[in-house]
């Protein structure tokens, strides 16, 4: 391996001759930027519990009425990327949110894309572009980069949901903006993606043809999604993942275009190991308890919880009961990665 030269062996007034026009000598740092092996990660292996969240969540509907929020939410942090950074991974930020019986998260849009994944509660609803979108556990809803959305609470008691947004990077290469408008007028029957595009495979007779729609599925039911994964473990053998990915009906790619999402179901007992990949991800807990050992690091994690997997990590989970599944709902950054065309499994 080449030993490459420090910046402390160039003479004093070469280097103040650089600083004054504004340059650096690579080869000092180079290493740091393209080291061998695997990136330097200052990702921390996380683990978020949400009954230490939700208690501090529901003070702050106490503390903070929705009018001075706007979004009542709880950032996820990593202290490995700095809290202030608000980072669960380098590209993801995550957010518990939490909306009250007769409150409404105001109309807005912007240019990260953001995705909501229901923790808890009933009667809430998310309107996207004039599409009423019910929330209920475990359901993923989209709220794509440029589309106007709002949120509303017509049920009884506190809903939560998590938000993971790629704001991270669009954040990082300055192109992080919003825009408010008015309250939406809904435009046509509730849910009307999830009506379109009831059952993979079939979709609307009078779309043959005609020009895909960007994001023509909105909604995507954890009912739906469960007894997938049900149907799919039937067919997966013992030493295979049960694993689904959420994707466009229309085009079978991902949902959007930084973050990719899906869904695993560990059977009882089971131990899962995916490859390592180059994408960083976080996990939550849809349903059930268990362990994850990520990078050496062990968590015993219960429902609701929370993780973060670093970029290249070498990670398990272990479903703790011997009689019923658990549920996993993953999200990482593996679209933009093959987009830009060095995503890579080990």
């Not at 942090?77 to 409404?104: D, H, K, S, V």
């Amino acid at each position: 391996m080449t030993e490459l030269g420090t910046i402390e062996e160039l003479p004093i007034e070469y280097r103040e001759s650089l600083t004054n026009h504004n340059l650096l000598p690579l080869w000092p740092s180079l290493r740091a930027f393209l080291p061998y092996g695997i990136p330097e990660r200052n990702t921390d292996p996380m683990l978020w519990r949400y009954k230490d969240i939700r208690p501090l969540l529901m003070q702050a509907g106490e503390l903070t009425p929705i009018e001075k929020a706007e979004r009542r939410v709880l950032i996820l942090a990593n202290p490995g990327l700095g809290l202030e950074t608000a980072r669960a991974t380098p590209t993801i930020y995550l957010g518990m949110q939490l909306i009250q019986p007769g409150e409404n998260a105001p109309n807005h849009k912007h240019s990260p894309s953001a995705v909501r994944f229901v923790v808890e509660g009933e009667g809430g609803y998310t309107c996207v572009e004039g599409e009423k979108l019910p929330m209920e556990k475990g359901d993923l809803i989209l709220t794509p980069s440029g589309l106007w959305h709002e949120h509303e609470h017509e049920g009884n008691g506190p809903v939560v949901w998590l938000d993971a947004l790629d704001l991270p990077l669009v954040y990082s290469i300055e192109a992080s903006y919003c825009t408010e408008g008015p309250g939406q007028r809904i435009l046509d029957a509730p849910d009307r993606s999830q009506t379109q595009f009831r059952r993979s495979g079939l979709m609307p007779y009078r779309q043959l043809g005609v020009r895909r729609d960007k994001y023509p599925l909105l909604r995507f039911p954890w009912s739906e999604a469960r007894t997938a994964l049900g149907n799919l473990a039937r067919a997966t053998p013992a030493d295979e993942i049960v694993h689904l990915a959420y994707v466009n009906p229309q085009t079978g790619e991902e949902c959007l275009p930084i973050l990719g999402f899906s869904a695993i179901m560990l059977r009882p007992g089971e131990t899962a190991s995916p490859l390592r990949r180059s994408a960083s991800s976080v996990i939550h807990v849809i349903e059930g308890q268990g362990e994850a050992l990520i990078d050496g690091s062990e968590f015993v994690f219960d429902e609701a919880d929370t993780l973060a997997v670093p970029t290249h990590a070498q990670w398990s989970v272990r479903n703790s009961s011997s009689s019923k599944p658990a549920y996993l709902f993953l999200v990482d950054d593996a679209p933009m990665q093959r987009k830009l065309g060095f995503y890579e499994e080990f």
